[in-house]
């Protein structure tokens, strides 16, 4: 125990021995001291130096970065202005890594190739989908009424027209040729068929009219013009044969009934025979300056008037209501006065004038 408590009293003493050794080594050196204050001052004069330059370096070196990315800015431009001069033009579609510049102009790292061709199929498949969109938009706007007509069945079927019963496309038939001329050589042919034509009283299918003094033809008194005075002026008259005789050269049997011939007219001879007096129609019948029998002029416009399907009934040269209601037909489709009988207006249209 002693020897350990020698042992810690002598290291204390050691101890403190060299701290006074050192005390007085660092008092009696004051030129070492000052040395030690003047490293330490040049060593904080050479660090600002030191950052000084850095600094400098850094703005030179940004400046380099600017200088670049303006050349590379500029050659971009160039390249897009003309592709013959800088390279080839860059579109629209193409990533901005195939110039090496982002969108800013700026300078970036190239994309690995791999990843440069996954980006050029996405952009070729993108140019595919273009094209078959607008293949298709033109497809569609080519064929506007293909597309209607499809779209619409329904309508088109509801406008269809009807089916036409027989009777009346033959009615529309006869009207559409009606609206013409006559032929005049079927007029020739007609007149030439019933150059010898004489009628014939049919009572049973041709009813007799009466004698009637206060008779007037109906609808007369509105026919304007000299080539209806004659209707107007219509009045029946009886009388014998010798009254007839003495007044009209021509007098004739014409039909079952006797007719006197006055200025291109035939009128019915009432009272000249009582035991023939057949009349199918009491009033005047134009012939013209020719004198023919009216009986065969009848026949005429009967039989062009059956030519072109307005007269359905048979050419007996009466003047009888089918008649009649074929020469109304045929006047109202040439715009001519509807009166029922022959008058001079309609018997130039018929080309028999």
Not at 57 to 64: L, T
Not at 161 to 183: E, I, L, M, S, Y
């Amino acid at each position: 125990m002693k020897k350990f408590i020698s042992l810690l009293i002598g290291c204390s003493l050691a101890l403190a021995g060299a701290a006074m050794a050192q005390q007085p080594d660092e008092k009696s050196s004051p030129a070492k001291k000052k040395r030690q204050n003047a490293e330490q001052t040049k060593g904080a004069e050479a660090k600002p130096d030191a950052k000084a330059s850095k600094s400098q370096e850094r703005p030179a070196r940004q400046n380099a970065e600017a200088k670049e990315r303006g050349e590379a800015t500029e050659r971009g431009a160039t390249n897009e202005r003309d592709p013959g001069k800088g390279g080839k033009a860059r579109t629209n579609e193409e990533p901005s890594s195939a110039t090496g510049t982002d969108a800013s102009g700026q300078a970036i790292a190239s994309e690995t190739p791999g990843a440069a061709k996954q980006q050029q199929q996405q952009t070729e498949q993108r140019k595919k989908g273009m094209k078959e969109r607008d293949a298709a938009n033109a497809k569609a706007s080519a064929t506007p009424a293909a597309a209607a007509a499809s779209a619409t069945p329904a309508a088109a079927s509801a406008s269809a027209a009807p089916p036409v019963k027989a009777a009346d496309q033959q009615n529309a038939q006869a009207k559409a040729g009606a609206k013409k001329k006559p032929d005049p050589q079927q007029v020739q042919q007609i007149k030439a068929q019933n150059a010898n034509f004489r009628a014939q009283a049919r009572p049973q299918q041709v009813p007799t009219v009466t004698f009637n003094e206060n008779y007037r033809i109906q609808g007369a008194e509105r026919w304007q013009g000299p080539q209806y005075e004659v209707f107007r002026a219509y009045r029946p008259e009886r009388h014998d044969e010798g009254w007839y005789r003495s007044r009209y050269s021509r007098v004739e049997l014409i039909g079952g009934g006797y007719y006197y011939w006055n200025n291109n007219y035939w009128y019915p001879a009432w009272g000249y025979n009582p035991s023939a007096q057949y009349y199918a129609y009491d009033g005047p019948i134009y012939v013209g300056q020719r004198a023919e029998p009216p009986d065969r002029v009848i026949a005429d416009v009967q039989g062009v008037l059956q030519q072109m399907g307005y007269y359905r009934g048979e050419v007996d040269g009466l003047l009888g209501p089918l008649t009649r209601e074929a020469l109304t037909a045929y006047q109202s489709e040439q715009g001519l006065m509807a009166t029922a009988v022959i008058d001079q207006p309609t018997l130039d249209s018929l080309g028999m004038g």
